[in-house]
């Protein structure tokens, strides 16, 4: 079949090259659209799953709140959680040694520095080093003195070291003569409140 | 095809009839004579039926038809081939045509043609020039015989030898076909005697003597003779020529014509001239008489409609695809739509939850956490007693080791270490003697339950092979130079 003369076909070839332009236009438009849909569900889907993930944390936050407040609360009043309360724990050593009958002491307290990350478990804790030192007549003075700390104090602490040396050679005499020093090493814990997250 | 819809004309020298034929419809518009009136009305019909492709039948007796064998050859080397052995066999007829009906089986393998011509065209030009005129997409002339192969094919007649005896207003139409395929055919023409009844048992002996005469039949072939005369004036003509053992003759009857047509008896009876047009008006032009000059218009027309065709599948296909696109993005919407509500709902759901929350100096997450670790610090302190024990019971044995100082170091892993800074009570300058004592003291604390393990820091003398020593032997030996430090690990838990 021989190709006719394109002027009789012009109508023809036309119509022909709008339906390819208005076609492809078409189906470009409606496949932009579809992608932007697609883009779109699934913004909107992960916004959900953040949305029911914040739900779910909600609702464990709430249980853990309700199984945990009053706990919590009362660590606030024994000063473990908050700013430190350092007249608290050098009345707490003064009275501990008072109520173990010793000879007085001697204190130090250092700066606050962040305790160890294996020890604050990504918790904000905080540690304050405080030296201690006090005659002893005897040895067993000494837990003496940390049991009645422990019942003077609500603040959290540990002892982390403590060294005894004999004051003289002299043999010890039946007489209220402290032979002994006693230099402990206290430190003391607080978590720092964070009350921007708390919400 | 639905959209196979043309104009199938038959054309005689006294008139045109017009069948407007679609696959499964049809219908007859009627015949026009060849006069002013009748061209007039004819040009009306093609005006009402524009842009349909046309095919004209031919049904004249101005006809003639050659079998020849031609060496086989293809593409344009065959086209002048034909047109030179058209233009030699019919001089200067227009209207000519050759089909390569079959291929030898033997020798060179050459081609069988059937050539056909129209011997005067001249009354046709009214006609051609109306659909020039009208510009109507001619895709073929064909003769009657043509039509009437087409006819023999739909009534299934498989005999080798049939003459097909046909007729019509025009007149009486004979035709020959061996295997299917036309080889010969001739209109005796209704203004003849021969269209008297009884004649035309004579015009068919006639006919089949000239077909052995020109070797087109064998003489020995017997030739199956079909009568095709809706009005019953051949019937007449069957008896004689069963007669004749040459023959073998049947009527084709008007119901199984139209059983074979799939047209209504009383239309087919009302036109017989239809049945050879409907035959042929969905096959393939297998014999085409007409010039390619007069075959331009539907040159154009199928490029047209393939262009159109092109543009219209086209458009439906992008159609489609765009609103399938467009659909299922609908669809995305409607989901987004649903899942915004359900975030909404969501979001409401913990705001609520987080609205109660009292105010807390941590994130709720951590106050377990906080707890924990306050139990966990919260652990008795240095238990001194517990480490004096495993000491006190060492130094009660051994009175002669006076402890000077003692740290105690809490590395909170269930475990205690000590430092001892010790000597010995008495001294009189025998360090073998006092190491002996001091081994002895450490021995003792080894083996003391709660003392995990014991090691000597310094001795009153260093024996190491790396250390360097020195002393001295002048004067009285003090206690002080017995001073020993050991460390040792205990078990707090």
Known sequence: ?199 | MIFDRRLILLATPRQIGVLDWRPGHMHWLGEFAASEAGLAAFRQVLLDHAQLPVLLVVDTVDEDYRSDILPHVQGRARDELLQRKLKQVFRNARFTGAWRQARETTGRRDDRYLLAALTDGDWLMPWLSVLHREQAPLYGITPMAMACQHLLARLRVHEQHVLLACRFSNGLRLSYYHDGLLRFSRLIGSDMPTQLAGNAADEIAKTQLYLSGQRILPREARLHVLLLDLSGQLDSAQAPLNADPAFSTRRVELTSLARALRIPQDFLAATAEIAPLAAIAGEALSLDLAPPELLRRHSEFLWRRGLNWAAGIVAATGLTLGATYWLHAQGLRDQALQIRVETQSSDARHAAIVRNFPALATRPDQLGLTLALATQLNRKPLDVNALFMPLGQALAAHPDVVVKAMTLQDTADGTADITLEAKLADFDGNYRAAMSRIDGFVARLAATPGVAAVERLTSPVNTAPTATLSGKTIGEAGSDETRFTLSLQLRTS
């Not at chain 1, 949305?51 to 709140?65: K, V, Y």
């Not at chain 1, 707490?92 to 130090?108: C, E």
């Open chain 1, 1 to 199: 079949m021989n190709l006719p003369p394109i002027a009789s076909l012009k109508t023809s070839i036309l119509l022909l090259l709008a339906a390819v332009s208005i076609s492809a236009v078409g189906v470009y438009w409606s496949h932009e659209q579809d992608t932007e849909a697609r883009a779109a569900l699934q913004l909107q889907q992960a916004a959900l799953n953040a949305a029911r993930a914040r739900q779910q944390q909600g609702q464990t936050e709430e249980r853990l709140i309700v199984q945990h407040l009053d706990a919590y609360q009362a660590l606030i009043a024994r000063g473990f959680v908050g700013e430190e309360n350092r007249l608290a724990w050098i009345e707490a050593v003064q009275l501990a040694n008072q109520d173990a009958r010793l000879y007085g002491l001697s204190y130090t307290l250092s700066p606050r520095a962040a305790a160890p990350a294996t020890l604050a478990s990504g918790l904000p804790l905080n540690q304050t080093r405080m030296v201690v030192k006090m005659p002893l007549l005897v040895e067993t003075d000494l837990p003496r003195f940390f049991d009645a700390l422990s019942a003077r104090t609500t603040g959290v602490f540990r002892v982390n070291r403590c060294r005894l040396s004999r004051v003289s050679d002299v043999p010890p005499q039946p007489v209220n003569h402290p032979e002994l020093d006693a230099e402990c090493e206290l430190l003391w814990f607080t978590v720092a409140a964070d009350v921007k997250e708390a919400k």
